[in-house]
């Protein structure tokens, strides 16, 4: 096969469009999912929307490998360049952030359930500040990717190196023991129904246990697999025509959809408001996710776009949308979960739709400042 020039993927301008936008959706779904059964019906709308864009960070992650995969420069270089783009954001958000949620909180009075005041106030708020650099916390929770691709980002050369000389069988070979991983979530759920009852009260699997959490999978699990499964999709192209595209695509998104949606569900009926095992549906690394991420690519890489100066200017912008949106995002539910009289499988894209376009254009001004700019990215 003829590996793919990086000249010919506009179309990454697109996918990372609607990654961003995906993002947005899926928070705008948090406050609705957080009714649970106090709201059934939300509760289904919100579960309904968020399984459909679970798909969102992988495909971020899958970009990554597509623009850095192979690497050009020397590691030093490398870090260099990536470290700045995430550091300088990491820290000024980890600080504005809890201050705005503050300020917010200070003068409305939010109908989000999620909210604890609590953990709002001028003391709180500066605690919050002082130990991000151990974590992220509610007001911060989409710098959680940050300090994610962090690692990946570490990784780069390294599996960069090996790429490089590695076959497309070598690769596919990673690429399938990767695959056992998006597994293990979900057999590690049933394996007490098999009799399995953990050792000294951990439920960890190959070897995982209170004093190790490295099991056999460990070191070809996570989001590595995402990034080199996108080299090797731009390096060995599938060339299919869209009659199979959609062929495999559409059915493999269809049952991951099944998966995510029903599989939340189910947990919510045995686990009720157990984010604990609720999430497990939503991993961004379970076998579920990763089909409906697949499909989404192959569909997407495969269109034939040129390049537009406003798609470029808006792609180049979606960092610093992410970066800003979770705060705006909670403000759009406020307004609009309370003055839009419609069903929320509607108020839902309303708001990711409001946030996106408040997001935009906090970013679009931000970048007009030679300082801010290196804010958002």
């Not at 179309?11 to 990654?19: C, G, M």
């Not at 550091?87 to 917010?104: C, D, G, R």
């Not at 009075?109 to 708020?125: G, K, L």
């Not at 049952?255 to 939503?282: C, D, H, R, S």
């Amino acid at each position: 096969m003829t590996e793919m020039t990086k000249e010919n993927i506009a179309w990454v301008d697109i996918l990372r469009i609607t990654a961003c936008f995906l993002v947005i959706i899926s928070h705008s779904c948090d406050f609705f999912v957080s009714k649970f059964d106090a709201d059934y019906t939300e509760f289904l709308c919100g579960v309904s929307w968020g399984s459909l864009v679970r798909s969102c960070v992988p495909l971020f992650v899958m970009i990554s490998g597509v623009l850095l995969l192979p690497v050009k420069t020397d590691t030093a270089t490398f870090y260099s360049r990536r470290m700045k783009r995430i550091v300088i954001p990491l820290v000024f958000w980890s600080v504005v952030l809890p201050i705005l949620f503050y300020l917010y909180l200070s003068m409305v009075n939010t109908t989000n359930p999620s909210i604890s005041m609590d953990e709002h106030t001028p003391i709180a708020t500066l605690k919050k500040i002082a130990t991000f650099i151990f974590n992220f916390n509610y007001d911060t929770i989409p710098l959680w990717y940050l300090y994610m691709i962090i690692g990946v980002y570490l990784f780069i050369p390294i599996v960069g190196a090996w790429l490089v000389k590695a076959s497309q069988r070598d690769i596919k070979r990673f690429i399938m023991i990767w695959g056992i991983s998006l597994f293990l979530p979900y057999i590690q759920l049933l394996a007490p129904l098999f009799g399995y009852a953990g050792n000294y009260g951990d439920m960890g699997l190959l070897g995982v246990c209170t004093w190790n959490a490295y099991g056999s999978f460990y070191y070809f699990s996570g989001f590595l697999g995402y990034i080199v499964l996108a080299h090797y999709l731009m390096r060995f192209p599938l060339n299919w025509h869209w009659g199979r595209t959609f062929a495999v695509a559409i059915p493999l998104f269809l049952v991951g959809y099944v998966i995510t949606l029903f599989g939340y569900v189910l947990m919510q009926k045995y686990y009720p408001a157990n984010y604990t095992y609720l999430e497990i549906i939503w991993y961004f690394s379970g076998i579920n996710v990763f089909l409906m991420t697949f499909a989404v690519f192959i569909i997407v890489s495969k269109l034939k776009v040129g390049s537009s100066s406003w798609l470029n200017k808006i792609a180049s912008l979606t960092f610093g949308i992410y970066l800003c949106h979770f705060v705006i995002v909670q403000a759009g539910y406020d307004l609009i979960y309370t003055h839009l009289h419609v069903p929320p499988y509607l108020q839902i894209p309303v708001i990711a739709t409001f946030t996106f376009a408040i997001s935009l254009c906090i970013t679009w001004l931000m970048s007009k400042s030679n300082l801010l700019r290196r804010v958002i990215g």
